[in-house]
């Protein structure tokens, strides 16, 4: 959890450039990502300290965040008016809506593989070729991205390790079909 803290208090000192205006932080998709990534790093972790258990919340948390992602790129391209942006951005849209309503139903691992997956390729992608967005967003939507994949994965880790016994390797199968 630390990690993604660490990212977030990056994006926000060291990469963000101040808003013009007190209300961009509301208006331009940007900022608004970025007080959004900032508000359900914050939910995640109350979730993680007082409902550990509750998988439907962290799933529930993780399908809006991975649905909401293409989203910015979308508002952005529409605000700044270009046609075959908005086309491209429906694309992303298109694919990761899908893969939020997969992860909600099926496993936080799909969620967290898919947030991963706009950070790798389609913020990857958008650094340095979209005019239409901050500059200093597409790296900042990967880095927050991959930081939150690291967290998904620990939980899953953990989860799973929880979840099943530790065998030993010293130890003889205790059944013959795992020889």
């Not at 790129?73 to 992303?92: C, Q």
Request: hydrophobic residues 55%.
């Amino acid at each position: 959890m630390l990690v993604l803290w660490g990212v977030i208090a990056y994006c926000w000192l060291g990469l963000l450039t101040p808003a013009t205006a007190p209300l961009d932080y509301l208006l331009n998709p940007a900022y608004c990502a970025m007080v959004a990534a900032t508000l359900s790093t914050a939910l995640y972790s109350a979730i993680h300290v007082f409902a550990p258990a509750s998988e439907a919340l962290r799933r529930s948390l993780l399908a809006l965040f991975l649905a909401g992602m293409p989203f910015v790129y979308l508002w952005s391209a529409a605000r700044g008016g270009d046609a075959k942006a908005v086309i491209l951005e429906s694309l992303g849209a298109a694919v990761f809506v899908p893969t939020a309503v997969l992860g909600y139903r099926r496993s936080v691992l799909v969620l967290g593989a898919g947030i991963a997956a706009h950070g790798i390729a389609w913020d990857l992608w958008h650094h340095h070729r979209a005019t239409y967005i901050e500059p200093w967003y597409p790296l900042g939507c990967l880095l927050v991205d991959v930081a939150l994949f690291v967290v998904v994965w620990a939980y899953v880790s953990e989860h799973s390790r929880a979840a099943s016994p530790v065998t030993f390797i010293d130890e003889p199968p205790t059944d013959a079909r795992q020889c």
